[in-house]
């Protein structure tokens, strides 16, 4: 089993910049596909950021292109989101997604992912 802890939350401005981090542990291994998806009150769960179980690829929604960027630390089984130049719009509660295997693709759909975390909170003010 592996636990996925989200952290780096919180309420800024439009234009401001948050970074969320992700802590795996339990039977951890770096070779896992990592993903963050985003879901806001009344809209479905939807694709943020994927990165290959290398983080040789990544893969972004059309939305936060040019804005976020998906990188990992292998040696400390932590995955990040920089978001920079928030939006109202990008308020959600984010969640970070763990493979159980690894896969040469980059995973965008959430049911390709086994584990999850329990979300962390961003609020964007205008």
């Known amino acids: 089993q592996v636990q996925l802890v989200e952290s780096g939350g919180g309420l800024v401005q439009a234009g401001g910049s948050l970074r969320l981090s992700c802590a795996a542990s339990?039977?951890?291994?770096?070779?896992?596909?990592m993903g963050w998806f985003r879901q806001a009150p009344g809209k479905e769960r939807e694709f943020v950021a994927a990165t290959s179980w290398s983080g040789g690829s990544t893969r972004y929604a059309d939305s936060v292109k040019g804005r976020f960027t998906i990188s990992r630390d292998s040696a400390k089984n932590t995955v990040f989101l920089q978001m920079n130049n928030l939006r109202p719009e990008d308020s959600a509660v984010y969640y970070c997604?763990?493979?159980?295997?690894?896969?040469?693709?980059?995973?965008?759909?959430?049911?390709?992912?086994?584990?999850w975390g329990q979300g962390t909170q961003v609020a964007v003010s205008s």
């Open positions: 339990g039977r951890t291994s770096s070779s896992r596909n």
């Open positions: 997604a763990a493979t159980r295997v690894q896969t040469t693709r980059v995973l965008v759909i959430g049911t390709d992912y086994d584990y």
